[in-house]
């Protein structure tokens, strides 16, 4: 058969998106593609998922059914119900000693969509941004689906994943746009601290960058502070990206929030709003103000019962146990001593134990010698999956490693 010119022009059109078409599938979704498509894997047990599996406040399931009784199931402004942008305006205040106003608000369906809104707001094909590696894989993929230029800077388990200044000085190029930080920290569980988040404000204002700060996990910090980029003064460029998905345990909810002072930012998000979603979904935003009411005492609750599996966790993993996690629900398990890819490790550990973890290789180029370990089953299940992953590490001797990492 022959194919007309025209034909070809036409098979030539039927192509998708190049980055949308071809972004490898993350490492945790196709472990769990594994598990769910398998009848004799009903004994896994799920370490590779950041959802906490503790019940929901009983006052946010009771407003999401008061707010369809009242049958307030229409669109919001773009921006997000002014009730809610209230709230979270004297949240920011009280909680994170932001000053701002419900102008600097958009409400989100989750973070997920305030992470690419906001690249996608920020930068023009060619731009460079700062991403961490190990760090969470949406930073770069939206980057590389509005065209911009990926530059990863190490977080390493030696200096406690927090940034490197010298390091982050060094990346800095004329294209470079935006710097993208995450504390408490998916996957490294660290949380950067006043001093050095005032100079990463200040690198930032100095070099003329855009720093896009995700706090999703604010709520869980133990034993220090969470700070927020945007309660020190003097840098218009931050942007901040929430979420009430973790702290209130509503990740199905998709309900976030995207924070900015800036003018010309701000009609941009408004502009996306009206192209992407209109508005974020109604009753998700009635169940965030309910949420915002309840004045702290369940994310606190959960913080608490985090913490407690924190130290469970590293105390049973004693010689694999890697950097203590300040913050967030996930630690790092440095598994170099194995010689395997983080990827075979995660298939094998799967295949023989029936434990679902997450490879490195998904968080970054540099981190395939890692394992994230998601503390979020509950105990039981929790210490039945780390008995199995520690008599699989038990295979290779450890010893000797520790001094090299
Ligand atoms: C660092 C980070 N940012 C954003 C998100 C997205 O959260 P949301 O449920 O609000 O979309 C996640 C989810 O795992 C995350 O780990």
Redesign the pocket.
Known sequence: MTITASAMTTIARHTVNDVLGTLPRSGIRRLTDQVMGSRDMDDAIQLGF?QPQEATDDLIREAIIKATDERTLGYTENAGMRALRNAIVTKLAARNQINTDIESIFVTP??????AVTIGCLINPGDEVLVPDPG?P?FAAAVRHYGGVVKFYQLRQDTGFIPDLSQLTALISPATKVLII?SPG?PTGAVIDAGMMEQLVRLTRERGLWLVS?E??ETYVYGCRHVSPLSFTGNDHVVG?Y?F??SYNI?GL?V?YVVTRHPALRRALLNAQELYISCAPSISQYAALQALADGGAYPEAMRAVYQQKRDLVMNMLGPYAGRYPDGAFYLLVDIGFTGLHSDEFADRLLRDTHVVVAPGATFGPSSDQYIRIAFTPEVEKLMAGLTRLKQFLSQWPIAGYEDHR
């Not at 989750?110 to 992470?115: I, L, P, S």
Request: no cysteine; net charge positive.
């Open positions: 950041g989750g973070a997920t969509y305030g992470v969470y949406n995450n998916n995700d999703v996990y990206l979420s998905s973790k990740t998709r976030g």
